[in-house]
């Protein structure tokens, strides 16, 4: 299987991707990380450039479409490829581009629908004793449809108390580039996710999509919460010998 790691775990995030790879070879995965991949275009095509995003498909798929799984830690990259990839080609008018794009998008996973459903794994050994409140991203939950996957992993994570983050299912007011044009929106939305995480008592805050994490996590170190915002897969390649 193929490791596609993200623009922003790949220039800021790079333990996510680490963590990644120490689950899947912990389960036995051969893990190969394509050099020639790059942005999946989501940035381009929600921001309306669509064209421009044209060329960034056809790289995905050529880079991909040998592997027979492509695994990614972000529910909202792989809602990209999944969902929009065929259509920026059909707008374009290859529909050979389309039909490819179609095929590398099935094959495409999330990290814990490609534990859960592929692997059909909820306990990958790891450790972690801490209080977490899990922030299930608006991609994962809506696009992806991954519903309780995390949590079923979390469950079985040793030493883990999983706390339930109220009004869970809100948008934390990230956005992408929504963040950027409608700040104030984004702030407010923000707010009141940092409310829902502090009223929880939880140590850490964890999701499965970097950018999430990077926002809440941004709000809650300006606030001095003391609250530390942590990937999914951080937490799953947590063990007792070294558990932070």
């Known amino acids: 299987m193929a490791l596609f790691v993200t623009c922003l775990v790949d220039t800021l995030f790079p333990d996510v991707g680490r963590a990644t790879v120490a689950v899947l070879e912990r389960l036995g995965c051969e893990v190969v990380f394509p050099v020639e991949q790059t942005c999946c275009g989501q940035a381009h095509i929600n921001t ?4 421009d995003a044209v060329g960034l498909v056809q ?3 050529t880079t991909f479409e040998d592997f027979e799984a492509i695994v990614a830690p972000s529910g909202s990259c792989i809602g990209s490829i999944r969902h929009q990839h065929s259509m920026i080609a059909e707008k374009a008018g290859d529909g050979e581009l389309a039909a490819r794009a179609r095929a590398v998008g099935a094959r495409a996973f999330e990290l814990s629908e490609y534990l859960v459903d592929q692997l059909g794994i909820t306990d990958v050994g790891a450790a972690y004793p801490h209080t977490v409140a899990y922030h299930p991203t608006c991609h994962s939950l809506r696009a992806l449809g991954v519903g309780a996957k995390p949590l ?3 469950r079985s994570v040793r030493g883990l108390q999983l706390i339930e983050l109220p009004n869970g299912d809100q948008c934390c007011g990230f ?3 929504f963040a950027v044009k409608s700040a104030d929106t984004s702030v407010a939305m923000l707010t009141d996710k ?4 502090l009223s929880t008592g939880a140590e850490v805050c964890a ?4 950018s999430c994490l990077m926002h809440i996590g941004g709000g809650l170190s300006r606030l001095q919460a003391g609250v530390r915002t942590v990937h999914l897969a951080e937490i799953l390649a947590a063990t007792e010998d070294a558990a932070p």
């Open 48 to 51: 309306g450039y669509h064209r």
């Open 59 to 61: 790289k995905f798929v």
């Open 152 to 154: 079923t992993l979390l």
């Open 175 to 177: 956005g992408g580039t």
């Open 194 to 197: 940092m409310a829902d995480v």
């Open 207 to 210: 999701a499965s999509d970097s």
